[in-house]
């Protein structure tokens, strides 16, 4: 029997849906998580996990309208789904059904003039300036520094309307997707795409070289024996083996961080478009 690992009190237990050594599947239900304050009023979140040494996070962030996120600046790259609202920074406003992306440096105060909800994924720590007072947590790694914008030629983010984005054509038969960042020129060789799959699809068995993490946008997916739907989070480790099927439709926003090995040794391409 596996063990379940340990979670921090703000993150719902997952359910574990295969192991393939010391490897694992978790599946979050947002949907039945508890809201939790982020340090500042105004703000809250559904923490998956967190990591404050690295600047890691994936969960759900919300905003009350006017409560802005304060200057910082991004050591990594971030990226957030806008599931309800807008938000706006100087370069303007990113708005529901954007992808938006801020690479390191990208420096800015957003706010938003409506409920904001985003489903978020910080891959390196933030910094705020000294006088600007106590740090919340919004930003997973914040720390006090002084800050000098590199390029502030560069607009701080890159606002992608996912559904305008083309859908290309896998090597699955039923599976879409829409190419929404290549990390080439980040240093990391990563993916992150949005993925359709129609009902009664099946992707065949295969592995994980490094961590997979999807947010379930809309439908069903399963795992092994275990189905997400609709406003869960899915976190696949590296060396975890699996069948993915969804029977009534999927469509995922997912994060590759390496290429996933056949379990059949066949010669089809990445499902993540490396």
Request: proline residues 7%; neutral net charge; aromatic residues 6%.
């Amino acid at each position: 029997m596996p063990r379940t690992r340990k979670m921090p009190a703000t993150v719902p237990a997952p359910t574990l849906v295969r192991r393939a050594g010391a490897a694992a599947v978790g599946v979050y239900d947002m949907t039945a998580a508890p809201w939790t304050g982020a340090g500042k009023e105004g703000i809250t979140q559904k923490v998956v996990r967190v990591d404050h040494a690295k600047g890691h996070y994936l969960g759900l962030v919300a905003f009350d309208p006017l409560v802005s996120s304060g200057l910082h600046q991004h050591q990594g790259v971030a990226t957030s789904y806008v599931l309800q609202g807008s938000l706006t920074d100087y370069a303007g406003t990113i708005m529901r059904g954007q992808v938006g992306i801020n690479f390191k440096g990208s420096t800015h105060d957003a706010i938003p003039y409506e409920k904001c909800l985003l489903a978020a994924r910080l891959e390196g720590p933030v910094t705020y300036p000294p006088q600007d007072g106590p740090i919340h947590r919004l930003h997973a790694g914040a720390r006090h520094s002084e800050i000098v914008n590199p390029a502030p030629e560069v607009m701080p983010d890159i606002n992608v309307m996912v559904e305008t984005v083309p859908m290309a054509v896998t090597a699955v038969a039923g599976v879409g997707r829409r190419l929404i960042l290549d990390y080439k020129g980040t240093g990391d060789d990563r993916r992150l795409v949005q993925l359709q799959l129609l009902p009664g699809t099946t992707i065949p068995a295969h592995r994980t070289t490094e961590l997979v993490e999807w947010f379930v946008i809309g439908g069903d997916v399963s795992v092994g024996d275990v189905t997400a739907r609709g406003g869960s989070f899915v976190c696949i480790e590296p060396g975890t083996e699996a069948i993915v099927a969804s029977r009534y439709g999927a469509l995922l926003l997912a994060w590759s961080e390496g290429r996933i090995a056949w379990s059949d040794g066949a010669s089809r391409p990445d499902l993540y478009g490396f």
